[in-house]
């Protein structure tokens, strides 16, 4: 006897739902794109990982001349090369991750038409690769901080809750970027542009002491990198917890995180055939 076969026909939910349980079950599929994003990323260069310090190297030397020799902004007491470093590194780490998340779907393209997996596993994926570089990178920080005879304070113990939030602000601007990319292509020119900008509007070269207080600094610290750079600063070379900026910081990150784990599994369905 042979038994029919029944369909559930069901109105779709009213909140998208997000499978973690798929993501698990796909893990190794996560760690074979977080390594191939590696072995990609440096092949065929002469350098190799050096420029991940050479990037952040030459960064600061510029950063050094123009805004603390010819501008001479202040540094809060401390050697500017570490202040501006200290600053760079979690910009990067954000920056870095925001672009390779936000191109993530595009450049799997011929992933996402062949087989299914929980396409989330993809722009996270870009995110943590870029945690490579963010360490290596590191290296140059402690070999400045060791010169300079800069010890770190007891906020260090705090520094990897830090960068997670960095990761994570990058994961939720990525979910947004990457899904809109899919359809719309001007993300991706759009992108780097919107650093930029972002990198101007954070105080990676200058203190975020420079913003006038009252409804200023209210404005400035809804920047939720501003928060993540100082709380940075406060960890690796002490001074006052800024906690101002970093409260607010947190509360957009997560908004910005729900956001984007919502707007991409709404949008999910769609990535085969628009892609």
């Known amino acids: ?136 990178s590191s290296l140059l920080l402690a070999m400045l901080m060791t010169w300079y005879h800069i010890v770190p304070g007891a906020g260090v113990v705090l520094l990897p809750l830090f960068i997670l939030q960095a990761l994570l602000l990058a994961l939720g601007i990525g979910l947004w970027a990457s899904a809109l990319n899919v359809r719309y292509r001007d993300v991706q020119y759009a992108m780097p542009f919107a650093m930029q900008i972002l990198l101007f509007l954070s105080p990676v070269a200058y203190s975020a002491a420079l913003v006038p207080t009252g409804r200023w600094q209210v404005f400035y610290a809804l920047n939720p990198l501003v928060g993540t750079i100082q709380a940075f600063r406060w960890a690796l070379l002490g001074a006052d917890p800024p906690w101002p900026f970093i409260v607010p910081s947190g509360i957009v990150t997560v908004v910005l995180l729900i956001g984007g784990l919502m707007f991409f599994a709404r949008m999910e369905n769609s990535f085969a055939d628009v892609v």
């Not at 010819?70 to 202040?83: D, N």
């Not at 996402?112 to 870009?126: D, M």
Request: hydrophobic share 55%; proline share 7%.
């Open 1 to 136: 006897m042979i038994e029919s076969a029944h369909i559930e026909i069901a109105p779709p939910r009213r909140w998208p739902q997000i499978h973690i349980r798929d993501l698990w079950a796909y893990r190794e599929l996560g760690y074979f794109l977080v390594w191939r994003d590696l072995k990609v990323r440096y092949r065929q260069t002469a350098l190799g990982i050096a420029w991940a310090v050479l990037q952040p190297t030459v960064t600061v030397l510029i950063f050094t001349i123009i805004f603390s020799r010819l501008a001479r902004l202040p540094s809060e007491g401390v050697p500017y090369p570490v202040f501006a470093l200290a600053a760079l590194l979690p910009w990067q780490l954000f920056s870095t991750a925001v672009t390779a998340s936000s191109n993530s779907l595009v450049g799997n393209a011929n992933l996402l038409t062949k087989v299914y997996f929980p396409r989330l596993i993809v722009p996270i994926g870009a995110v943590l690769s870029t945690l490579a570089d963010f360490l290596i």
